[in-house]
């Protein structure tokens, strides 16, 4: 069965320091977004992106972050200059239009910045 | 603003009995409503939606209702298992794809 998949599943970071959190979606889908779900708490929408560009995004969504497809089969999340907030569990997901609301999510990177 | 909450934090039901997850929501503009299951470790998994049109829709073992005089939302498992232990998001979707999620049911199932 397809699924998303998501690298590394745990990346711990320095405060201030860059990471880049990759995401494979699954290949015919055409919708592509972000979440993240700080520990105990819902999970939160970050950004959506179609057509190689960002359809939506929250206010969580500063210029801090960005996201990129740089090839047919990635879909990165790169935080800038990490902050201790940043810490939480990010998902990828994909869904194969918006015609469908089955949006498939891939398992997670658990982000720790210290 | 938009937000999407659930009434308990937790529920403990026996095996065998069934389970009913309550949701509100507040954005009536939302065009589904969905239920997703997240097990520990792992992303939320899609089990079943609701086009805002309908009252009721009906899977496997699962019952999802909208009441949208109150904007209510509720999931219904038959013969709870205990592979159904997991923490339950409703969520509703705008026309964009985005899902706005409610904090959260965990549901213990007693064998």
């Known amino acids: 069965e397809p699924e998303v998949t998501q690298t590394p599943s745990h990346q711990v970071t320095q405060m201030g320091q860059e990471v880049i959190l990759r995401c494979v979606p699954i290949?015919?889908?055409?919708?592509f977004y972000w979440y993240r779900q700080i520990l105990g708490q819902k999970v939160e929408f970050l950004v959506s992106f179609y057509n190689n560009e960002i359809s939506e995004k929250s206010e969580i969504f500063d210029d801090q972050f960005s996201v990129e497809r740089p090839d047919g089969s990635n879909f990165t999340l790169k935080i800038r200059s990490t902050k201790l907030e940043d810490s939480a569990m990010y998902f990828c997901a994909s869904s194969p239009g918006t015609g469908s609301t089955e949006a498939f999510f891939g398992q997670g990177t658990r982000l720790t910045v210290v | 603003g938009e937000s999407v909450g659930l009434h308990l934090p937790t529920l403990s039901v026996q095996e065998g009995d069934n389970s009913i997850i309550n949701c509100a929501y507040s954005?009536?503009?939302?065009?589904?409503f969905i239920w997703y299951k997240q097990e520990s470790g792992k992303g939320p998994q899609f089990i079943i939606d609701i086009r805002s049109n309908m009252d009721k829709r009906q899977g496997q073992r699962v019952t999802v209702l909208l009441n949208k005089t109150v904007k209510h939302l509720s999931l219904q498992i038959a013969a709870t298992q205990p592979g159904d232990s997991a923490v339950y998001f409703c969520a509703e979707r705008n026309q964009g794809g985005k899902l706005i999620f409610g904090q959260g049911t965990e549901l213990s199932v007693k064998p």
């Open positions: 290949s015919n889908h055409l919708y």
């Open positions: 954005n009536s503009a939302s065009d589904y």
